[in-house]
């Protein structure tokens, strides 16, 4: 019912900055939360950052100071901002949203980011 596409993944140098959109096909204001995750091979997937329906955000200590999500109500688009990447930022980076009214979550089918050293 909510589709979720991710753009702006790539391959990029150590120190670089890349910036990822999830176009939603319904409109961001009906979502409690959205936020990005991550999954590198071998490894679980993890949050990267969040964003609540007031504008919270909240990052892990990976990642803070470096990646910034934002929002564009008007566009139904959801950005991360990602500064100063590392080899270690490399993984699939997926959007999630989850809907206010029914509680339920719906994942895009994620971007490749690729940090070389």
Known sequence: QVQ?????GGLVQAGGSLRLS?????????????????QAPGKQRELVALITSD???NY???????FTISRDNSKNTVYL?????KPEDTAVYYCNANMRLT???????????????
Do not use: F, H
Not at 4 to 8: A, D, N
Not at 22 to 38: D, F, P, Q
Not at 81 to 85: C, E, I, P, T
């Open 4 to 8: 979720l596409v991710e753009s702006g």
């Open 22 to 38: 999830c176009a939603s096909s319904k409109s961001i204001l009906s979502t409690n939360v959205m936020g990005w995750y991550r």
């Open 55 to 57: 504008g919270t955000t």
């Open 60 to 66: 892990p200590d990976s990642v803070k100071g470096r």
């Open 81 to 85: 901002q990602m500064n100063s990447l």
């Open 103 to 117: 509680g339920r979550t719906y994942w895009g089918q994620g971007t490749q980011v690729t940090v070389s050293s």
